[in-house]
């Protein structure tokens, strides 16, 4: 068992030292695992498919990057930079055929950068902060968690709308049987 303050990485005790930064190491450890998902995720996708969905109450590919990177601006880069809100969130799930898997992913892991980037920068008073989105109310930093666990929600429904189209392992953790 590991002792407080510790995990196993490889089999290795490492002792994890809780400071002001932790909440920003953590929330990038985690989004960086998220960005290594979506990068065997992407290739997975068939362009004939982006835009395609089972039936109108699951989101096709398409929607879903696009949705994802409106939530995660709104979530974490106006949340943490202050700009104004600009998102058009019902545009997201408009089926735009003219858009390209390249461009729904340029602009995704464009907005993960700048998210990633504005969480390093933070400073730890803004995590106790409040901020109001959509119709709640919460800490700077349960949005920032907020997002994460949107992205990999839909990340989850990308993965399993891959499978049913093909039969294939995406390889997430090649690593466990």
């Known amino acids: 068992m590991n002792e407080p303050n510790s995990l196993t990485r490889q089999g290795i005790l490492v002792k994890i030292k809780l400071d002001e930064t932790t909440p920003n190491k953590s929330l990038i450890g985690r ?40 939530n995660l601006r709104q979530y974490v880069v106006t949340n943490l930079s202050h700009q104004n809100d600009l998102r058009q969130r019902t545009l997201e799930f408009t089926v735009r055929p003219e858009i390209s898997l390249q461009q729904l992913s340029t602009n995704l892991l464009e907005t993960l950068a700048q998210a990633k980037n504005l969480i390093r920068q933070a400073p730890s ?7 109001h989105v959509q119709t709640f109310s919460m800490t700077r930093l349960e949005a920032c968690i907020h997002a994460l666990e949107h992205l990999h929600y839909h990340l989850g429904q990308m993965a399993l709308l891959i499978k049913l189209n093909r039969p294939q392992d995406l390889a997430f953790y090649p690593e466990i049987n």
């Open 125 to 131: 008073r803004v995590w106790s902060e409040v901020y």
């Open 31 to 70: 989004f960086e695992e998220f960005e290594r998902l979506l990068h065997l995720t992407l290739p997975k996708i068939e362009r004939e498919g982006l835009w395609i969905s089972p039936n109108a109450q699951i989101p096709c590919l398409g929607v879903q990057l696009a949705h994802m990177e409106g």
